[in-house]
């Protein structure tokens, strides 16, 4: 059974700042892996995917990368700023990619 | 946003009701999802759907039972509803057609309260 774990759970840091965000899975044969976005209350935002033979992504100031033979994918927010504070989870998808299992989360607070 | 809706957005029950969630989706993507979200167990897989009447277990598929009779609507019902699956459920939907569409987009929620 995959297991999906993000370590921080939480983190602080100041606006500018640039930083990193770590997720680990146990079973390298994935399909994918996502990483979303949530908010208080709200549903989930999907910021990058990376397909199972790729290295890594980018969106703006986002960068994450894959490393499937060490079981790791990194999040890589640059320049961050109060409005990137929320919970970011990473998902991993399965060979069918309809057994999509979630970390935990790691909650980011970026102060002013 | 991916035009998903959920209804209700809240909802308060009692032990041993029936209780159905509605998913409806504008986007007529193939695939359907239903999340649970708990503290301390973050999303999890319930039910899924890769076409009309199509229809897979997940993760945590006790208690709850789904059905999708047309492309934009999949339904989430708990038989006789208990405390245990006071949660928060997500709806989420893919195309399914490999590559960056392969990416799920969520609804806002529905919260659920069983008393």
Redesign the interface.
């Known amino acids: 059974k995959q297991e999906v774990t993000q370590i921080p759970a939480a983190l602080s840091v100041p606006e500018g700042e640039n930083l990193v965000l770590n997720c680990s899975f146990t079973d390298s044969a994935i399909y994918n892996l996502q990483w979303f976005r949530q908010d208080p209350g709200k549903g989930l935002t999907s910021l990058l995917l990376i397909q199972s033979s790729q290295r890594e992504q980018t969106s703006g100031r986002l960068n994450a990368s894959l490393d499937k033979s060490s079981g790791r994918s990194t999040l890589y927010i640059a320049a961050s700023q109060p409005g990137d504070s929320a919970t970011y989870l990473c998902a991993v998808g399965g060979v069918n990619n309809n057994d999509m299992r979630f970390g935990a989360g790691t909650r980011l607070t970026v102060k002013p | 946003d991916a035009g998903i809706t959920q209804s209700p957005r809240h909802k308060v029950t009692e032990t041993g009701t029936p209780v159905t969630l509605r998913c409806h989706q504008t986007e007529n993507h193939r695939?359907m999802?239903w999340y649970r979200q708990d503290p301390?167990?973050?999303?999890?897989?319930i039910h899924?759907s890769?076409g009309v009447k199509d229809t897979?277990k997940?993760?945590v598929s006790d208690g709850y039972s789904v059905s999708r009779s047309k492309t934009e609507d999949f339904l989430l019902t708990l038989e006789s509803a208990t405390s245990s699956q006071t949660s928060v459920y997500?709806c989420?939907i893919?195309s399914?057609l490999g590559?960056?569409t392969?990416?799920?987009?969520?609804?806002?929620?529905t919260r659920l309260t069983v008393l």
């Open positions: 695939y999802y301390g167990h973050g999303l999890r897989l899924y890769y897979d997940g993760e997500f989420a893919s399914g590559g960056v392969d990416t799920q987009y969520f609804g806002p929620g």
